[in-house]
């Protein structure tokens, strides 16, 4: 059990640094670029995504943490583990791109391709254990209303 808390706490700890670096990116341009943006009906207020992301952040890493306590020398264990790592780099990326760059619709194609990806290692997160699927569902819901969020501005700006 402690062996597993640690792992919960390392994998926590690397998606809020992750996740704190990708707000870099969204803090240079969301009080200036973003509010120039038409945004469709159902945009939710900014202050709601520090909290949003904050909690699926955690819960991001607390089901990586489980699935790693279960052994690197499992082969589904290395395959649902090279997905997280990979969809949390697209997670990354969205952000450097949407933000950063100013580029909606390349941005759509990542979220897009975050949104496969994450779909895939939910898949593989069930392999090794059931309760780590399930900790990142409320995030793929999330990513599929940032992904539509993605794309009607794009659609109602570009």
């Known amino acids: 059990m402690k062996k597993k808390a640690l792992y919960i706490a390392y994998a926590v700890s690397i998606c809020l640094v992750i ?3 990708s707000s870099f990116a969204t803090q240079s341009s969301v009080n200036d670029w973003f509010t120039t943006l038409n945004k469709p009906s159902f945009n939710p207020p900014s202050w709601l995504f520090a909290p949003v992301w904050t909690v699926l952040y955690i819960m991001m890493g607390v089901a990586a943490g489980i699935v790693w306590a279960k ?3 499992h082969l589904w264990v290395q395959t649902a583990l090279y997905h997280f790592g990979f ?3 697209l997670n990354a990326s969205w952000s450097l791109v949407f933000f ?3 580029e909606p619709f390349l941005a759509l ?3 897009i391709t975050l949104v496969i990806v994450l779909s895939i290692t939910i898949k593989r997160f ?3 254990s059931t309760t780590a699927a399930w900790l ?4 793929l819901l999330w990513v599929c209303f940032a992904t539509a969020l993605n794309y009607k501005l794009w659609e109602l700006n570009y």
Not at 136 to 139: A, D, E, R, T
């Open 71 to 73: 052994g690197l020398h």
């Open 100 to 102: 950063g760059l100013k």
């Open 126 to 128: 069930k392999v090794v």
């Open 136 to 139: 990142l569902v409320p995030y």
């Open 109 to 111: 194609l990542i979220i």
């Open 87 to 89: 969809q949390l780099m």
């Open 19 to 21: 996740g704190f670096l």
